[in-house]
């Protein structure tokens, strides 16, 4: 795996796709359907050098790029997979009903109304909840039971969810995606812990 940042791939219409390597991104580039690019920031990447003139070949590279031509991600528009993973970023691995902030091993799915009473597997019916939280809630309704959430679940799209899946956002990848995310957004709130521990 190359240390190099992942590159932020658009559509034609400015829709992040998915992250791409770097050698994706030249390739795009050398078949020329790099169309545009909203941002300054970029490097350079150097080749072979050439036995005809003795100079390296190097190629300049965006750290976003718009690609014309093939949108093949079925998954594009479609709501983000909803894992574990994500979910806890979602939730900054805070426990949605004591506030504070675990490892992702000390931490669980909770389903806001529990599935054997009818409560779905999606985005919006799950929380991230500490074990001790989540046996108490158990499958009781929250009201029945004296406990509350913290804050509110919801789907991430998918510059979010983009945000969440990559440990190496670059700042201008951030600004871009981060412009693209609705204002109830847990990525608008700096420290979530600190956020809710004000409510408790
Ligand atoms: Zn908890």
């Known amino acids: 795996m190359s240390a190099r940042p992942l590159i932020l791939q658009l559509d ?5 796709c998915r ?16 169309a545009w690019t909203p941002t300054e920031d ?22 976003i790029i718009a690609v014309r031509g093939e949108v093949s991600d079925k998954g594009l528009y479609r709501t983000p997979t909803l894992t574990n ?15 504070e ?51 509110v679940p919801y789907a991430p799209s998918r510059s979010e969810y983009l945000l969440l899946m990559n440990r ?3 700042a201008d990848q951030m600004e ?3 412009a693209k995310i609705p204002a109830y957004s847990h990525v608008h709130i700096d420290n979530l812990k600190e956020h809710v521990s004000k409510k408790k």
């Open 12 to 16: 034609i219409a400015g829709n992040p």
């Open 85 to 99: 993973r994500a979910l806890f970023r979602r939730d900054q691995n805070v426990c949605a009903f004591c506030g």
């Open 176 to 178: 871009f995606l981060t």
């Open 19 to 34: 992250w791409i390597t770097y050698e994706d991104a030249a390739y795009y580039y050398a078949k020329d359907l790099v």
């Open 42 to 63: 970029g490097f350079t990447i150097h080749g072979g050098k050439s036995r005809m003139t003795g100079t390296t070949s190097f190629m300049d590279l965006a750290t």
């Open 168 to 170: 190496n956002v670059l």
């Open 101 to 151: 902030e675990y490892g992702h091993d000390h931490l669980t799915r909770d389903h806001v109304v529990a599935q054997s009473r009818g409560g779905k597997d999606v985005w919006t019916n799950v929380v991230t909840a500490c074990g001790p939280c989540n046996r108490r809630k158990d499958d009781h309704n929250l009201h029945d039971i004296d406990m509350k959430l913290l804050y």
